[in-house]
């Protein structure tokens, strides 16, 4: 009887812990007042950060917070619906005939950079671009035969 309730405790005990974000009463409720609707928010303490991760209007989110609650970057993962459309026009005006496959929004203090994959029947492609639609392809890969 004593196993079964000392398993019950150490179950209790080790949901509680995983239920407490590792996070400030501080940070958290900073987040809580621009994100009030957000469920299911993952949160991790690095070594001088927190960073949450969440889920947003069918978009993948992560944000970094200092350890007062100043925000240090964000980064958004999302579909060619999402881009700006003055990045998607100047995308396809350079890269005609390629779908963009996925988005990664990196934003901090001194920058707005979008990594945009790019495919077509034959390769994937890295295109770089920021805030005023200068681009750069970065990288290309030939997609592996069927």
Known sequence: MKKIFFAIALISLSTFVQAAPPVTEKVLKIFQAIFPDVQNAKWYENENHYEVYFDKDDMKCRIRYDFDGKVMSTIRYYSEKSLPPFLRLKVSQKHPGKKIFGVTELNTDSELTYNIVLEDDKNWYHVSAD????????????KAAN
């Open 131 to 142: 805030a005023i639609g200068q681009l750069a392809t970065t990288e290309k890969f030939k």
